[in-house]
């Protein structure tokens, strides 16, 4: 199941950075989204527009969109979030458990399969044993920096939690060069695409959320 794909996992190491840059370049949450069902019986829904809203009722899929080159260099991210109904806390590490109201993923391909996979799907990208996956979550019951491996595809993606299950608004500032460091060693090469996804299926329960005020830089 493509969700299994999309990391969940087990370890534990702080990998939040801080800081973000005047340069930083909004994107857009309104154009160039795709709704990728992940299951055949349910999806979540999007409103895309200035804000990405999300309504999950025990469901699941993941919202997707391909960068420009002009973003394929980037090195921090940052984003304004909300979630006003909550899944209950999960364990993130555990497969068929690992419900979370919001993930936000990018995905980086080496320097030298980037042009090549330039104009693939999330499916084919998810297929590349050399696409590295960073995901950074609002749910689960993990401290606030614990790094998670995923045992799905291990050495190729991974799970940062950022605040565990809840409600609230908070803003995050991240740094994507350091963490990939971090979780992969190297550089991280090129920032393809980005992909937001919330996960209510396994506790069959409801999502309210938002996010707003994308940057990349």
């Known amino acids: 199941m493509l969700k299994k794909a999309l990391f969940a996992?087990?370890?534990?190491?702080?990998?939040?950075?801080?800081?973000?840059?005047?340069?930083?370049?909004?994107v857009s949450l309104a154009e160039g989204w795709k709704n990728q069902r992940l299951s055949l019986f349910s999806k979540n829904d999007y409103d895309f527009g200035q804000s990405l809203g999300i309504a999950s009722d025990g469901a699941v899929s993941i919202a997707w969109r391909k960068l420009p080159r002009s973003f394929w260099e980037a090195e921090r991210a940052s984003w304004n979030w909300s979630v006003s109904q909550s899944?209950?806390?999960?364990?993130?590490?555990?497969?068929?458990?690992?419900?979370?109201?919001?993930?936000?993923?990018?995905?980086?391909a080496p320097d030298d399969q980037a042009e090549k996979l330039a104009g693939a799907g999330i499916r084919s990208l998810l297929g590349n044993d050399d696409l590295r996956v960073i995901q950074y979550a609002w749910g689960g019951n993990h401290s606030r920096g614990a790094l998670l491996q995923s045992p799905y595809?291990?050495?190729?993606g991974v799970t940062v939690a950022l605040r565990p299950a809840g409600t609230g608004t908070h803003s995050e500032s991240v740094n994507l060069s350091n963490d990939f460091r971090k979780a992969f060693g190297g550089t991280s090469g090129k920032l393809l695409g980005i992909?937001?996804?919330?996960?209510?299926?396994?506790?069959?329960?409801v999502i309210r959320a938002q996010i707003s005020n994308f940057q990349i830089d």
């Open 9 to 26: 996992a087990v370890s534990a190491t702080a990998l939040i950075s801080f800081g973000s840059s005047a340069l930083a370049a909004s």
């Open 195 to 205: 992909a937001v996804s919330s996960d209510s299926d396994d506790t069959d329960s």
């Open 153 to 156: 595809q291990p050495g190729q």
């Open 87 to 108: 899944v209950p806390a999960t364990d993130l590490s555990v497969k068929g458990g690992d419900d979370r109201n919001i993930s936000i993923y990018f995905l980086f």
